[in-house]
């Protein structure tokens, strides 16, 4: 493409549909619709998950439901709806994601406007000197980054002109000028007084008058804050409307000899008019700005137009702006503050409830570079880190109610099996919580943030344990946690809250271990999920017919397809459900049948479905099966306790080496691994 095109090119391309004529909202629905979605259950409700924010290196992980408002809020504005007078408004906690999630939009976008297609175009008058009253300015840009096919509506004064040129220049048809004209809006002030300028010079000449225009496409530099835009809140004093809507320029009034010429107005000195072409702005922290700032938005956001001493310059732009709850409860307060509330569609983000995604953000805090100790040597992440982490977090985000404890309210909310808790039980809570005006009491809207988490993973990276060991082992993950909340959470109820949530978390570890403990022991990473899989095929197959005397069932393995055969140890099941806490026979049948129908679902679902999340079944397996096996050998924690014999010793290098060579573990976290299991430290 030449750098400079003339008006008619430009409007024979969209006419092809080799370039696209929409507005800001048409544009930001097209990417995230044209990308797909994918139905999600997430807390009990079906909700859309949008590909598009799943995508990259470091995407937006969680916030179904923030997400699916933005997409309403969009598709509703872009097929004309109430929403297009209005600005998106991200409320929530600090280090809950909000900031994080309109950059990433805005860099998904400007990669969507990149290519050719989607591509936005606006015009330049060129040959200004000829006029004679420009003084040296030649070149003139729409100051707006008006779209030409906004230059081709408003050619000729008289509406019914510009129709009949449009269909004879473009070859549009009626239905297809009724389409671009659902997006007409006038020229800018400048823009407007200009090209009646050169309609005086040419006589009315329309040949002669499009010689002075140029079409280009619009600078994509994000440095340049064009197509997205951020104004952050600066202090009272610093920040004016200049910053937003610009000012009189000082340069220009010494060319220009017409004092009535706006063109005399420097609006690309504000944020708004480089975003004004179908761009993105996003003001972080609205409400910190002062109230006249405020006040200038309220005129944005309902008019969609810039306004200078009575001149206009409209606008095409999406506006999505950031606050904490602080602030805007403050601002809420102020009950003359009405209006402007009253224009922006609050969305209330919430923490991330859900500790399996979790994982991918307290990846984020952990960092993907390969970290060093400050000797410059590698420094080991313990396998169990980024759990530790995550379920410490989380937990201290779940509001506490009398229908759920802690522990079945994190599983529920991760999509897990809670016992005979169901996933109504969560949305009953959820459901609850909503109804409390404090939105602060709302579900996941208190708890340790991203940020709170990063500082946790920075103070356990400089702590001399972590240096000398060349380690970050995921016990002391705990400690700085603990620490993070004794010297940032100010609130005396929450810090208590907070601190109890993570002796739950250490408990949750503490399984874990054991778990990983008799992985060792067996010598093999999955013994445990094996050994699980195995009591559920027993209580498939106990009452199956083909039983013979020797008690072998053959079944077909889902997974595999392949055929296999069981023996089916009764007293095994037994124990098992015994750790469970099932005395009687008809409580054994009814968690017997509990798990069948679990199985019926998950696996016609998913095949590879372990039952790895039921962390009771998995703790009752452990137990009995790190009890029975090792309690020939003293018990496994007595036998690495006290290693004065060979025997011990043996076992205790064995693991050891398992760990090493098949678990992940270096020889720091693994050793205090096996010295956190001999004690009776966190047991739930």
Not at 167 to 188: T, W
Not at 300 to 328: C, H, M
Not at 576 to 595: A, C, M, N
Request: hydrophobic share 35%; net charge negative; aromatic share 10%.
């Amino acid at each position: 493409m030449a750098a400079q095109e003339n008006l008619i090119e430009h409007i024979t391309a969209v006419k092809a549909g080799e370039r696209v004529f929409e507005n800001a909202f048409q544009g930001v629905a097209r990417m995230i619709l044209g990308a797909g979605f994918e139905r999600v259950v997430v807390n009990g409700r079906t909700t859309y998950d949008f590909k598009i924010f799943r995508s990259g290196r470091k995407h937006t992980i969680g916030m179904y439901d923030e997400i699916n408002s933005f997409v309403s809020y969009v598709k509703d504005a872009a097929e004309g709806g109430s929403s297009k007078e209005m600005a998106f408004v991200l409320v929530g906690e600090p280090g809950n994601g909000k900031t994080f999630f309109v950059e990433f939009l805005c860099a998904q976008y400007r990669a969507f406007l990149s290519e050719a297609k989607n591509r936005r175009y606006t015009y330049r008058y060129v040959g200004m000197e000829q006029l004679g009253h420009y003084g040296k300015i030649n070149v003139i840009d729409s100051q707006t980054y008006e779209d030409p096919m906004i230059l081709a509506m408003n050619l000729f004064e008289a509406p019914g002109e510009n129709r009949r040129y449009l269909a004879e220049q473009g070859g549009f048809s009626d239905e297809e000028i009724g389409v671009l004209y659902e997006n007409y809006r006038p020229l800018g002030a400048c823009s407007g007084y200009i090209w009646e300028d050169i309609r005086a010079f040419c006589d009315g000449d329309m040949e002669r008058m499009l010689g002075f225009v140029k079409v280009i496409p619009v600078p994509m530099s994000e440095t340049l804050g064009t197509i997205t835009g951020k104004y952050p809140a600066k202090d009272k004093i610093t920040s004016s409307s200049v910053d937003l809507l610009g000012e009189e320029s000082i340069q220009r009034l010494l060319h220009i000899t017409d004092t009535n010429n706006p063109y005399r107005f420097d609006l690309r000195r504000g944020a708004l008019a480089r975003v004004a072409g179908g761009g993105i702005h996003f003001s972080d922290e609205i409400f910190k700005n002062k109230k006249d700032l405020v006040q200038v938005y309220l005129g944005v956001i309902q008019n969609r137009a810039i306004e200078i001493d009575g001149y206009k310059w409209p606008i095409d732009t999406l506006i999505i702006a950031t606050s904490n709850n602080s602030e805007f409860n403050r601002f809420l307060a102020e009950k003359e503050e009405a209006p402007i509330v009253d224009r922006c569609r609050i969305c209330y983000v919430s923490h991330n409830t859900n500790y399996r995604l979790q994982d991918g953000l307290t990846a984020y805090a952990i960092g993907s570079e390969s970290k060093t100790t400050l000797t410059r040597e590698a420094l080991h992440q313990d396998p169990n880190l980024n759990y530790a982490a995550s379920v410490g977090a989380v937990l201290t985000r779940l509001p506490r109610s009398e229908k759920l404890t802690p522990i079945e309210t994190m599983k529920l909310a991760a999509g897990e099996v809670a016992g005979e808790k169901s996933i109504k039980a969560l949305a009953e809570v959820i459901d609850t919580l909503s109804q409390d005006p404090d939105i602060t009491k709302r579900f996941g809207q208190r708890g340790l943030g991203h940020r709170s988490l990063g500082r946790s993973i920075q103070l356990q990276v400089e702590s001399s344990e972590t240096n000398e060991g060349r380690c970050m082992v995921a016990y002391d993950v705990f400690k700085t946690l603990e620490r993070v909340v004794l010297d940032y959470v100010v609130d005396t109820n929450d810090r208590a809250k907070y601190l109890e949530d993570l002796k739950i978390a250490k408990g949750l570890y503490r399984e874990r271990i054991m778990t990983e403990m008799f992985n060792a022991y067996m010598d093999e990473p999955y013994a445990i999920r094996k050994d699980v899989m195995n009591y559920v095929n027993m209580i498939i197959g106990i009452d199956a017919e083909n039983l013979g005397p020797d008690r072998m069932w053959k079944y077909k393995d889902p997974q595999s397809g392949e055929l296999r055969a069981l023996k089916i140890d009764e007293r095994y099941v037994k124990s098992v459900e015994e750790r469970i806490g099932l005395k009687t026979d008809e409580q054994r049948d009814s968690f017997r049948t509990s798990i069948r129908k679990i199985y019926g679902q998950k696996i016609s679902m998913d095949p590879t479905y372990d039952f790895m999340d039921n962390l009771e079944l998995v703790k009752a397996v452990t137990d009995v099966r790190l009890k029975s096996d090792i309690a020939g050998a003293g018990s496994l924690i007595g036998a690495l306790a006290n290693r004065t014999n060979e025997e011990n010793q043996k076992l205790y290098d064995r693991m050891i080496t398992t760990m090493l060579t098949k678990l992940g573990y270096c020889r720091t976290c693994a050793q205090k691994t096996i010295e956190y299991f001999c004690t009776q430290e966190d047991e739930n």
